[in-house]
């Protein structure tokens, strides 16, 4: 015998004998097996709303040797069923002993969960659970696996029932393709915000802080370009509404209360012990106008993040300035797309791998300790980088690196800003494109910035090398990482650069200070003391020869 146990929408199902698909002696062709089998998910729909009942079983049967009624035979039909269906267990109950249950909060196996509710579990069952959410525009096998289906309003509300099901030890969440749409920011609490005074800081979808827990939230796929101007159902995509947006406070009128807002963010401020991995999402934000943070990790201890997208702002959404290519509206300071950790994050590590943020105020606001990003891109954002730009910073120590990481479109270069002891910060292969018809306000406005009279910035050390090119496409020797008389804490070489060349190569580069180039002319090494408008100063290093 070469039975195979399935299941059904990935929930134990109760069938009655007498329901059995077909037994041995009136299975006529493959093709009335077909039909008998699409039909299955309508006959267990009905078994449930009737309450089901009897026992027996259904089994899958490669040879022709099982002879029970319900057995499904012949091999071209098994092969047919295992590609129908995805593990399909059906279970024998006593008759008249199983009900359907809305709200399941048991696991008894007499028990029949509706299509549409979702599994509350209580105390120790909750632990490593994995829920699955379904956008209303999800494709219909989705949807039909779903423990929460959306219906496009609200839908915060389902995503954080998800997250709060999950339980002390935390969990997965799974979401569905599709786009999930923001409606209300629901949970409020104190924050620092622009003026240094707490305030309201208002979050859509809140993670549970505290308890220890790993969250683990996890789209369908990521689409190879999303561009913010047509969603589709590829990819999941968590989406502020219009509505929504219009609702908030203008950051202009200083009548309004003084309120910050997140599409996720930590619920409360003591939430150093909870960890949060998320991969293959979007978020998009209707307009760049607001204090609007997508991603606020700032209070979360350990954090990866992969294959992570964020918009600050959707193409035709304003009549007024209907940005459908270029350039990107100018957006409103704490525009933020993802904000990491300020402090202490316990020995763990931040990791940041093939994200995306366009269009924001900054797109990534950085800080902490351990920081690894990899495959980080920042595209028409008026920063696309600020470490340690926090209202007040806590723990700043140990080394961030950041590799193969771009800057496309900026109007301000990496911008550094204070940490409260010495930080190492690695930037290696870093690649930027200058073109200012594209920045937000239309010009390039200051390269990377290190304020040399601000004590806390000048406690950031580092190694950097990069690549930049102008609206011609190519790497340039003539274009500085740093604004003049900042950087100079750091090693920092232009990659175009040659380790040696002639004089008369060298005197052609845009150097930044400490910069150290052999020149094979005079047969010595020349070092960049000072970098100006007019051009660079190289001076000769005093060497012994061997």
Same mark, same amino acid.
């Given at each position: ?5 399935? &299941? ?14 077909? /037994? ?22 009905? +078994? ?12 899958v049967? =490669?040879?022709?040797d ?9 091999k071209?039909?098994? %092969?047919?069923?295992?590609e129908k ?17 809305? @709200? ?8 029949? +969960?509706? *299509? ?16 699955? =959410? ?18 496009? #309003? ?5 995503i954080?029932? *998800? ?8 969990? &997965? ?15 409020? &609490? ?7 005074? %707490?305030?309201?800081?208002?979050i ?13 939230i996890e ?13 589709? @159902?590829?990819?999941? !995509? ?13 950051p202009?009128?200083?009548? +309004? ?30 307009w760049?106008g ?22 600050a ?18 957006p ?5 797309? #993802? ?10 590590? +931040? ?20 920081l ?10 008026y920063y ?10 806590? !723990? ?13 479109? *900026? *109007? ?5 800003v204070?940490?409260n002891?010495?930080?190492d ?17 239309? %010009?390039?406005v200051?390269?990377a910035?290190?304020?040399? %009279?601000? /004590? ?24 500085p ?7 100079a804490?750091?090693? /920092? &070489? ?6 040696y ?42 060497t012994?020869?061997?």
């Amino acid at each position: 015998m070469n039975k195979k146990p399935y &299941r059904i929408n990935g929930e134990d199902v109760v069938v009655k004998a007498e329901n059995a698909l077909y /037994t041995n002696t009136d299975m006529p062709n493959v093709a009335d097996a077909k039909g008998a089998l699409d039909n299955l998910n309508g006959r267990v729909e009905e +078994l449930e709303e009737n309450g089901g009942g009897g026992g027996g079983e259904i089994t899958v049967d =490669a040879i022709m040797d099982d002879m029970s009624a319900n057995a499904v035979q012949n091999k071209v039909i098994k %092969q047919y069923v295992d590609e129908k269906l995805t593990e399909v267990t059906v279970s024998s109950i006593p008759a008249g002993s199983v009900v359907v249950a809305d @709200n399941l909060t048991t696991d008894s196996s007499t028990s029949v +969960l509706s *299509a549409k509710q979702g599994k509350k579990l209580d105390g120790a069952k909750q632990a490593r659970m994995e829920l699955f =959410a379904a956008a209303s525009d999800a494709p219909d096998w989705q949807k039909a696996g779903a423990d929460y289906l959306c219906d496009g #309003v609200n839908d915060e509300v389902q995503i954080q029932a *998800a997250i709060n099901a999950l339980g002390d030890y935390g969990g &997965r969440i799974r979401l569905s393709a599709g786009t999930f749409i923001v409606d209300a920011l629901p949970t409020v &609490r104190n924050h620092y915000l622009s003026n240094g005074e %707490q305030g309201n800081y208002k979050i859509a979808i809140a993670l549970p802080t505290g308890k220890g827990a790993e969250y683990i939230i996890e789209g369908d796929t990521m689409r190879l370009r999303v561009d913010g101007s047509s969603n589709g @159902n590829a990819g999941t !995509i968590i989406k502020m509404s219009d509505t929504l947006y219009n609702s908030l406070n203008d950051p202009s009128d200083d009548s +309004l209360p003084n309120e910050q807002y997140a599409l996720l963010a930590p619920k409360n401020v003591n939430g150093y012990y909870v960890s949060l991995q998320m991969r293959n999402l979007a978020f998009f934000l209707p307009w760049n106008g607001k204090r609007i943070i997508c991603i606020d990790t700032q209070y979360v201890s350990r954090v990866t993040i992969d294959h992570i997208f964020c918009y600050a702002y959707r193409k035709g959404f304003d009549p007024n300035h209907d940005h459908s290519s270029i350039p990107v509206p100018m957006p409103t300071q704490y525009c933020i797309g #993802v904000r990491s950790v300020n402090g202490g994050n316990w020995g763990t590590c +931040l990791d940041f791998r093939n994200t995306l943020v366009q269009g924001f105020y900054e797109g990534y606001q950085l800080g902490g300790e351990h920081l690894v990003g990899v495959n980080m891109a920042a595209i028409g954002n008026y920063y696309g980088y600020t470490f340690g730009n926090y209202i007040y910073t806590d !723990i700043s120590c140990h080394t961030m690196t950041l590799i193969n990481c771009s800057d496309e479109q *900026a *109007a301000c270069g990496p911008k550094f800003v204070k940490c409260n002891q010495y930080q190492d910060v690695h930037i290696i292969g870093w690649n930027e494109e200058r073109y200012a018809p594209n920045t937000p306000g239309q %010009q390039r406005v200051q390269n990377a910035t290190c304020d040399p %009279q601000s /004590t806390d910035a000048q406690k950031f050390r580092g190694y950097i090398t990069y690549a930049i090119m102008d609206d011609t496409w190519i790497s340039k020797v003539s274009l500085p990482f740093w604004e003049t008389g900042h950087g100079a804490n750091f090693v /920092t &070489r232009n990659s175009t650069h040659k380790n040696y060349a002639s004089w008369y190569e060298i005197s052609s580069y845009k150097g930044d200070l400490g910069e150290i180039i052999y020149d094979t002319t005079n047969n010595r090494l020349v070092v960049c003391t000072a970098v100006s408008a007019s051009g660079t100063t190289w001076r000769a290093i005093a060497t012994t020869s061997v």
